[in-house]
C-alpha cells in the first residue's frame, strides 16, 4: 500500500495533471475513487497477502528501467496517455521488484484497475459521435417520423438536432468499463465470465447512449422542442443510463459466482511462511532511480521562453507566380491551439486560389504542441464542414494526409503535415520521435501545423495537381522562414 502513495507522492507535478483532469472533465469524475477502492480491494485480501511467500527479484529492474525510459521520452515530447501509464506502471513493477511475482499475482487486480485513473478516451469521441448518430436516426426513422441527416447534423419537422462530443457517450463507455470491470472482478471467479461481462457492458453503454440520444430527440419532438434541449438534458440522460446499468448488474448476478462483494474467509489457521523485509537499500535505489529520472527529464525539457512573445514573421507577398491576394477566402480555415504564431493567407494564380494556414510553435509544452488532437483540419464547433475521405499521400517524396470536406454545395482539398526542426512528415508518430530526437540532441522544440487548401471546382485530382504546384515552390521558402525565426530565438536567449 504504500508504493500505491509513495509513487505519485514522487511524481507530484504529475499526479496534479490526474487530478485537474478529474476536476475539469466529467468522463473522468470517476478518477477521484480509483485509489481508494484499489486500497480496499488489498485490505480486503490482507489476510492472503500476508500468508504469502515474498523475494526481492532485482532482475525486474529492467522492467522498471522501460518503464522510466517511456515515461522520459513521453514527458519530453508531451504525450500524455504513455506517460501516465508508464507511471502508473511503476507501482506493480515496484512490487515485482521488491516483493517477488508471488505476490504481484495476488494483487494482480488492484493494481490493474489503477490504470483506470487514466484520463484516456479523448480519441474515441468522433468515432463514438458517429455510433450515436447512426442508432438516434435509425430509431427516429423506425418510429415514422421523417428525418433527414447530414453528417452529425439531423432535421426534424419540430427542429433541428446535431450530436456534439458531449453526446459521443464517452461518459458512459467509461462509467460502465470501470463499474463492469470491478463487479466482475468481485461476482465471477471465472475468467470467462468476467471477460464476456465486460464485453456485454460496454456494448450495453454505446447502445445504452444511442438510446438515450434518441429519448432526447423524441421528448424534445413531442413537445414541440420544449422539454429535453436545456438543463433537463443532463437530468433525463443520467436517470435513463441509470435505470438501464442498475438492470444489467442486477441480470448479471443471476450468473454470479459468489454473493456481489462477499469477501471469501481465509484459512485462520494458515501459517504465514517465513519472509524477510525487503532490503532498505533497495527501496532506496528504485526511489532515487525514479527521483534522478524526473530532476534529468524535467532538466531536458527546460529552455528559456524569454522573447516567445515578441516573435513574428511574415509570409511572403508571392511564392513563385502564385500573388498574395487579401480580398480571397475560401471560407475555412484549420483548427489550431496554442500556437505562438499562427498565419493564414491566400494566393492566386490565374483563377486558381491557394490558402495557406500555419501554426508555429517554438517552444512546445502541454496544451501548446503541433501534433495533438486539438489541432486539426475540421473543428468541433458549429460550421458544419463534413469530411467526405481522408487518405496518406506520397508525392516526390514529400508524404502529407489529402483531406477531402464539404459544405452543401461546396468542396475543398486539403493538405496537412508537421515540420519538426527540419524535418517534415505527416505521420504524427513520427513527428513525435523526431521532436524527441530534437529535444535530446540539438537543445531545439519547435515544430509547425500546415495547411494547404483549394476548392474543388472540377474533381478531385485537377485540385491536387494545384496543390501539388504551390507546394512546389512555397516548400523551401517556409523552411527557410521558420528556420529563421527558430535561430532568432537561440540568438535572443544567449544576449
Known amino acids: 500500500m504504500l508504493l500505491i ?57 529492467v522492467a522498471l528501467a522501460v518503464a522510466l525510459l517511456l515515461w522520459f521520452l513521453s514527458f519530453i515530447i508531451s504525450v500524455n496517455v504513455t506517460q501516465k501509464f508508464a507511471l502508473i506502471a511503476l507501482i506493480p513493477i515496484s512490487t515485482w521488484i521488491l516483493f517477488g511475482r508471488k505476490l504481484l499475482i495476488k494483487v494482480i487486480f488492484p493494481m490493474a484497475f489503477l490504470f483506470f485513473m487514466i484520463p484516456v478516451g479523448a480519441i474515441l469521441v468522433p468515432p463514438l459521435m458517429e455510433v450515436t448518430a447512426d442508432i438516434t436516426v435509425s430509431m427516429i426513422e423506425l418510429s415514422r417520423i421523417p428525418v433527414y441527416r447530414d453528417g452529425l447534423f439531423f432535421i426534424l419537422p419540430t427542429g433541428n438536432w446535431s450530436v456534439v462530443e458531449a453526446c459521443s457517450g464517452l461518459n458512459y463507455l467509461v462509467a460502465s468499463l470501470t463499474l463492469g470491470m470491478l463487479y466482475a472482478y468481485l461476482t465471477y471467479r471465472s475468467f470467462t465470465k468476467r471477460l464476456l461481462f465486460v464485453l456485454a457492458i460496454a456494448i450495453f453503454a454505446l447502445i445504452a447512449n444511442g438510446l438515450r440520444a434518441y ?28 435505470f438501464l446499468v442498475f438492470w444489467v448488474f442486477y441480470l448479471g448476478n443471476i450468473w454470479a459466482d459468489k454473493p456481489l462483494l462477499f469477501e471469501a474467509k481465509s484459512n485462520e489457521n494458515t501459517v ?134 464539404y459544405q452543401q454545395e461546396r468542396k475543398i482539398l486539403i493538405w496537412n503535415w508537421y515540420l519538426v526542426g527540419n524535418r517534415d512528415t505527416a505521420d504524427p508518430k513520427i513527428a513525435k520521435i523526431y521532436n524527441a530526437l530534437n529535444i535530446i540532441l540539438y537543445r531545439r522544440n519547435d515544430a509547425a501545423f500546415l ?33 529563421s525565426v527558430i535561430l532568432e530565438t537561440r540568438m535572443e536567449s544567449h544576449e
Open 5 to 61: 502513495i509513495a509513487v505519485p507522492l514522487i511524481f507530484w507535478p504529475d499526479a496534479q495533471t490526474f487530478i485537474n483532469a478529474w476536476t475539469n472533465t466529467s468522463a473522468y469524475n470517476h478518477g477521484f475513487f480509483i485509489l481508494p477502492i484499489s486500497l480496499w480491494l488489498l485490505h480486503r485480501q490482507r489476510q492472503s497477502i500476508s500468508a504469502t511467500e515474498t523475494a526481492t527479484e532485482p532482475l525486474a529492474l
Open 215 to 242: 429519448g432526447i430527440v423524441i421528448i424534445g419532438h413531442l413537445s414541440n422542442m420544449q422539454y429535453g434541449t436545456g438543463g433537463d438534458h443532463q437530468f433525463y440522460g443520467w436517470l435513463f443510463y441509470g
Open 272 to 405: 504465514n511462511p517465513s519472509q524477510g523485509s525487503p532490503p532498505i537499500i533497495l527501496f532506496v535505489i528504485i526511489f532515487s532511480i525514479m527521483i534522478s529520472v524526473q530532476l534529468f527529464a524535467r532538466e531536458t525539457v527546460h529552455f528559456d521562453n524569454s522573447g516567445i512573445d515578441t516573435l513574428s514573421f511574415q509570409l511572403p507577398e508571392e511564392f513563385g507566380d502564385w500573388q498574395y491576394s487579401s480580398n480571397l477566402e475560401l471560407g475555412w480555415e484549420p483548427q489550431i491551439v496554442g500556437a505562438s504564431i499562427a498565419k493564414t493567407q491566400s494566393y492566386s494564380l490565374g483563377n486558381d486560389i491557394i490558402q495557406i494556414s500555419l501554426g508555429y510553435y517554438p517552444r512546445q509544452s502541454q496544451g501548446a504542441e503541433a501534433v495533438g488532437w486539438h489541432n486539426r483540419v475540421v473543428g468541433s464547433g458549429r460550421e458544419k464542414w463534413i469530411v467526405f475521405g481522408k487518405t496518406d499521400l506520397n508525392i516526390g517524396g514529400f508524404s502529407v494526409t489529402e483531406t477531402e470536406i
Open 451 to 483: 495547411t494547404l487548401a483549394t476548392p474543388i471546382n472540377q474533381n478531385r485530382l485537377d485540385s491536387r495537381k494545384k496543390l501539388e504546384a504551390f507546394h512546389e515552390k512555397s516548400h523551401g521558402e517556409l523552411h527557410r522562414i521558420l528556420s
